[in-house]
Antibody
Framework: QVQLVESGGGVVQPGGSLRLSCAASRFTFSSYAMHWVRQAPGKGLEWVAF????????YYADSVKGRFTISRDNSKNTLYLQMNSLRPEDTAVYYC???????????WGQGTLVTVSS | QSVLTQPPSVSAAPGQKVTISCSGSSSNIGNNYVSWYQQLPGTAPKLLIYDNNNRPSGIPDRFSGSKSGTSATLGITGLQTGDEADYYCGTWDSSLSAGVFGGGTKLTVL
């Protein structure tokens, strides 16, 4: 069964940085596009970022553009999200998700909580 | 304010049928595939429908999806108490070059 395991969440002060990782296993990671999706406490899902299977293309939500960077290391089967200039409104559970096709996410990690607070 | 519009809540009795709507525009639903997700409390979302009307293996045929123009609909028949969850529609927005979700619909099985 496909497995996605996020790590790297925690408490950070406004303006700080954090790097999330998503370790993928039991599928050919290098063949699939990947996404980050977040969910603020008690709120709905918010798409954050996309990366093509080979890392050649990325897209971002306007709310994180210029502050977050999605990347991947296909040799390590790992997806990353570098988050800089963090704001309180970035507080959320961050999920990595595998794209099945046409921007449908068929597998999700368990999520990692990021709290931005002083 | 979500790009896709869903009703905040729906409810129905066990065994009954319910539909959840998802309204968008030509830049998203109108020209891209729609997917639907179920999120049980405290868990990650689960894919129910992809490419407008296809079910992944393991998803019962009680769940169905359809799309017409700039709107999509999730249908659930034979409601069970275990279906109580939040449901989200999602797609790509070609103008934004971004993924978009609906605000979510809370299903209550009375």
């Amino acid at each position: 069964q496909v497995q996605l395991v996020e790590s790297g969440g925690g408490v950070v002060q406004p303006g700080g940085s954090l790097r999330l990782s998503c370790a993928a296993s039991r599928f050919t990671f290098s063949s699939y596009a990947m996404h980050w999706v977040r969910q603020a406490p008690g709120k709905g899902l918010e798409w954050v970022a996309f990366i093509r299977y080979d890392g050649s293309k990325t897209y971002y939500a306007d709310s994180v553009k210029g502050r977050f960077t999605i990347s991947r290391d296909n040799s390590k089967n790992t997806l990353y999200l570098q988050m800089n200039s963090l704001r309180p409104e970035d507080t959320a559970v961050y999920y990595c998700a595998k794209e099945r096709s046409n921007r449908a996410f068929d597998y999700w990690g368990q999520g990692t909580l990021v709290t931005v607070s002083s | 304010q979500s790009v896709l519009t869903q009703p905040p809540s729906v409810s129905a009795a066990p065994g009954q049928k319910v539909t959840i709507s998802c309204s968008g525009s030509s830049s998203n639903i109108g020209n891209n595939y729609v997917s639907w997700y179920q999120q049980l409390p405290g868990t990650a979302p689960k894919l129910l429908i992809y490419d407008n009307n296809n079910r992944p293996s393991g998803i019962p045929d009680r769940f169905s999806g359809s799309k017409s123009g700039t709107s999509a609909t999730l249908g659930i028949t034979g409601l069970q108490t275990g279906d109580e969850a939040d449901y989200y529609c999602g797609t790509w927005d070609s103008s934004l070059s971004a993924g978009v979700f609906g605000g979510g619909t809370k299903l209550t099985v009375l």
